[in-house]
């Protein structure tokens, strides 16, 4: 795309999660437009160092190495990214794929569970996977030992599959799944966050499990204990609306007390595919969650923010802001309600302060100082 080095530059600037790079996107109408900004924003809001922006060079050596390997890069905002995948808060502001983006257009449903599988869990997940695939479903999944290398190579039998990695597309892990991921590119999905040559790291597990949810319309957790990845996937899934699903398994076996415990809070029983069909809906926007995605498939011209949202917070703002707000996360909403400034005026304060690595964005729309102990920006 046109401008695809400078969103790259923008995603991959240090300090700019995929929830900033959107509020940027909206408030300079581009990606440009917002590195052009960057460095005065964080300078006027405190930040002690420069911002580490990449240079237009890195950029291109990593877009024309994913070239070279057959892949391409989807921004959130283009038409080719996932549609479920952009509904989250803190969709990817890019992935990188290998193989035929189309196969996003086609009901996702993950499975998942245990690296230390046993074998009838492995066979299960197999049968399951090629089951669905042959419906037309495409199985997504994390490419880690046990469930989800057996879901994986059970849906290749009968039709599609989509990996989801924690680290680069040129980082296999674990590496005995290398030709298996090969594989997959040839005839489904490869999707990654991470920059090529990232090494996968337990940090980046969880944010490789909310790609798994967000890909999908419903996760089927076939094994996990109760403290595992899987539960993980399975909650950020119930989060974002999309439907739940456990296969019973032995109170005897400590692998089968995480799906076991899902089935007891309201999980779907499921033992053949037609108990996840039956029970999938049509659009988590529709049956599930309720609001609106992350960008609208338009042009980014029309995402450019009113003019009260787009010029940069009074100091007066920031200060009240930073005087609300404390090492305990604060919902934003809260902040709308007791601070004396718009809340146009008030977003323009936290973005400010967040590009100078003053606060921290959380989860469920919540907001933190990242060092409580600083000076207040003026």
């Known amino acids: 795309m046109k401008d695809g080095h400078h969103r790259l530059r923008l995603a991959r600037t240090n300090g700019v999660g995929p929830v900033l790079y959107r509020r940027l996107m909206q408030r300079f109408g581009g990606a440009e437009a917002a590195l052009a900004e ?17 240079t237009p060079g890195s950029v291109r050596r990593e877009m024309d190495a994913i070239a070279k390997r057959g892949g391409m890069m989807l921004f959130v905002d283009t038409p080719q990214y996932p549609e479920f995948l952009a509904l989250l808060d803190d969709a990817p502001a890019v992935i990188s794929v290998l193989g035929d983006p189309t196969h996003f257009h086609k009901i996702g449903v993950a499975l998942v569970g245990a690296r230390n599988a046993s074998a009838n869990g492995m066979t299960f997940a197999s049968r399951l996977a ?44 674990p590496s005995e799944h290398a030709a298996l991921q090969d594989e997959i590119a040839e005839r489904g999905l490869v999707v990654a966050e991470a920059p090529l040559g990232t090494a996968p790291q337990a940090r980046h597990f969880p944010r490789r499990n909310r790609v798994i949810a967000g890909l999908s319309l419903g996760v089927v957790v076939v094994e996990a204990a109760l403290r595992s990845g899987s539960l993980i996937t399975a909650r950020l899934a119930q989060e974002e ?6 296969v019973p398994g032995s109170p005897l076996d400590p692998r089968c007390h995480g799906s076991n415990a899902l089935l007891r809070a309201g999980a779907h029983v499921t033992e053949n595919a037609e108990d996840i069909l039956s029970n999938l809906p049509d659009h988590p926007l529709r049956e599930g969650i309720l609001r609106d995605p992350l960008f609208a498939r338009e042009p980014v011209a029309a995402l450019v923010a009113p003019p009260d949202i787009a010029r940069a917070a009074h100091p007066d703002t920031l200060s009240a802001v930073w005087g609300l707000l404390g090492a305990a996360p604060c919902a934003v909403d809260d902040l709308f309600a007791h601070c004396q400034f718009s809340p146009s005026e008030v977003r323009a304060a936290l973005l400010d302060l967040e590009l100078a690595g003053r606060v921290e964005t959380l989860p469920g729309g919540k907001i933190a100082l990242l060092n409580q102990g600083a000076s207040c920006p003026r």
């Open 130 to 173: 090629q089951e669905l695939a042959g419906r037309d479903v495409a199985v997504v999944s994390g490419l880690a030992r046990g469930i989800d290398g057996a879901a994986h190579k059970g849906a290749l039998k009968s039709g599609e599959t989509i990996a989801c990695i924690a680290g680069g597309l040129d980082q296999p892990y």
């Open 241 to 246: 609306g999309r439907e739940l699903f456990a």
């Open 38 to 54: 960057l460095p005065a924003i964080a300078a006027r809001a405190g930040r002690s160092g420069p911002m580490e922006i990449p």
